[in-house]
């Protein structure tokens, strides 16, 4: 479905991404393991189109040009930003309907509108409110109800789980678990790398800008290299 | 007295207020404080004039100017604002300035340097309530603004390319991955900035002043002043800080003489930098989000 190749990103002259490839396949979860500063949301932004690069990017066979994040979605991409990306001076609804923004079926996405606030009964219920106004949670729901919305092929989810209490972040991974149910693609970005290998089907591993690791989840969770250097040690656990 | 010069007040308020909100669409959406915008109040002017010499009706007129403006604002933010988007801040602005001055320059080249003026017949009539008299003139320039700012707010706060324009407001970023074109929403907002300073210009032209290619530099000025007293960051701090100066500056006149009014206005915008730089109804830069 989507495939990087030697795909670099620069902030000015620090290389942030070098290199890298990725593959993702349609229907899986493929996670992005990496300590701060990895590479992880480099490349999320330069898949979902917000930054400039080198290398390619193509997306269902088609080549994706860099910086065009507009054009990225209406091919089936979306990023649920690290920080959540709410819109603070807007209402949740008014945030919905910025799901919707890019859709030229008015009148499905209206219903589909409906149907996310009953899938996600807290945001139906506190659609007047300001969504600055939210909890972490509930932030985080907005973030991906919105993203949903826009009725992506590719849903990019940047540390989902960032900030939020152990429960909060089950409920986050119990959602991913069942978006791909229903058939989305999903790449994970995430620091909790032993709950997002439990999660994912593929994962990469990162350290500064470079792939290190690759391959199914299960088996680099198994890995003893891998559980000292980005689980913290004791396999298994 | 004091009701009459409340009323002429609220009406100098009214103009002050639609080329504020001209300025805060622009500073509020993209950060840059775009200076030609004195001179698409200028040029609302002018537009408004001719087309009412050429005998046409005053709301189409209105239009004119309007659409005028708009279209001198597009200008505007494909030469001197689209190229140097990425630049540092100050170098729009300057350009910007650079802009105004070549504004100034074509509209004495095309309707002389001479003051024009239109004269009262053009909506003659007042209605007097008590004590005071409102010219018919006041009335359109009050019931002009009111509009405009309704059809304003409900651009903004009700459409999808309102939210679309608040969105790229609070972070562009976020509204480029909702499919919103930055490029496109800021063209919007010159649109509606020049929209509402060539409506200024019209309604300033036909009921106060005289209209010359430099009448915007002294009006610009004081709807900056009144941006800053409302707040930068919150482009409805105009709809209270536009009629507060300008009852504050016909007050003043009335009561102190008009060699103090320049001191009260922006001795004022002063004291709120000192005191509340976000202004009345600004809130803090965490609250960026509700810029617009």
Redesign the interface.
């Known amino acids: 479905m989507l495939e990087a190749r030697n795909l670099h990103v620069h902030y000015g002259s620090i290389a942030a991404v070098r290199g890298v490839d990725i593959v993702i396949n349609a229907g899986e979860i493929v996670a992005l393991i990496g300590a701060n500063g990895a590479g992880k949301t480099t490349i999320a932004r330069a898949i979902?189109?917000?930054l400039p690069y080198r290398g390619e990017i193509s997306f269902e066979g088609r080549l994706l040009k860099p910086n065009s994040?507009?054009h990225n979605?209406?091919a089936g991409i979306?990023?649920v930003?690290e920080g959540r990306?709410i819109?603070?001076?807007?209402t949740v609804e008014?945030n919905l309907?910025?799901?919707l923004?890019?859709r030229r079926d008015k009148a499905a996405g209206k219903a589909d509108l409906a149907e996310m606030q009953e899938r996600f009964p807290i945001l139906g219920q506190r659609r007047d409110r300001m969504a600055?106004l939210l909890s972490g949670g509930e932030q985080q729901m907005l973030a991906i109800a919105?993203a949903l919305l826009?009725k992506p092929k590719l849903l990019l989810l940047d540390e989902p789980s960032l900030g939020l209490a152990p429960k909060l972040t089950d409920s986050i991974f119990d959602l991913i678990a069942d978006m791909r149910a229903k058939g989305l693609t999903i790449m994970l970005v995430e620091q909790k790398a032993r709950q997002t290998l439990r999660a994912a089907d593929r994962a990469y591993l990162l350290e500064t800008g470079r792939i290190v690791r690759s391959g199914p989840a299960q088996d680099l969770a198994a890995d003893k290299i891998v559980d000292e250097t980005f689980l913290g040690g004791s396999v298994g656990r | 007295m004091l009701l009459q010069q409340l009323v002429n007040g609220l009406t100098l308020g009214a103009v002050y207020t639609l080329i504020a909100l001209s300025f805060s669409l622009v500073m509020g959406i993209l950060g840059v404080l775009n200076l030609a915008i004195a001179e698409l109040f200028m040029l609302g002017a002018y537009f408004g004039f001719t087309a009412i010499l050429a005998q046409l009706p005053l709301p189409v007129a209105l239009v004119a100017a309007m659409l005028g403006s708009a279209l001198v604002a597009i200008v505007i933010q494909k030469i001197a604002y689209e190229p140097l988007r990425d630049a540092p801040i100050v170098t729009p602005m300057l350009s910007t300035l650079g802009f105004s001055i070549i504004l100034q320059n074509v509209a004495t080249n095309v309707w002389g340097s001479d003051p024009l003026q239109l004269t009262d017949e053009v909506l003659p009539g007042r209605l007097t309530l008590g004590s005071v008299s409102i010219s018919t003139m006041q009335l359109l320039v009050m019931g002009a603004t009111v509009a405009l700012v309704a059809i304003l707010a409900f651009v903004v706060q009700k459409t999808p390319a309102g939210r679309a324009l608040r969105a790229v407001a609070e972070n562009r970023d976020v509204a480029r991955l909702l499919g919103v074109s930055a490029a496109r929403v800021t063209l919007l907002a010159f649109v509606l900035s020049g929209v509402m300073a060539g409506a200024a210009g019209v309604l300033i032209g036909m009921h106060y002043a005289v209209i010359t290619p430099y009448m915007g530099v002294d009006i610009g000025l004081k709807a900056i002043a009144v941006m800053v007293i409302g707040g930068t960051t919150r482009i409805w701090g105009a709809l209270v800080a536009g009629p507060l100066i300008g009852i504050a500056e016909v007050m003043t006149v009335a009561y102190g003489g008009s060699q103090v009014r320049d001191f009260v206005v922006y001795g004022l915008m002063i004291l709120i930098l000192l005191l509340r730089p976000q202004g009345i109804l600004g809130g803090s830069r965490s609250e960026q989000g509700q810029r617009v």
């Open positions: 979902a189109g917000l994040a507009e979605l209406r979306a990023l930003p990306g819109l603070a001076g807007m008014e309907l910025m799901g923004y890019s600055s919105r826009s």
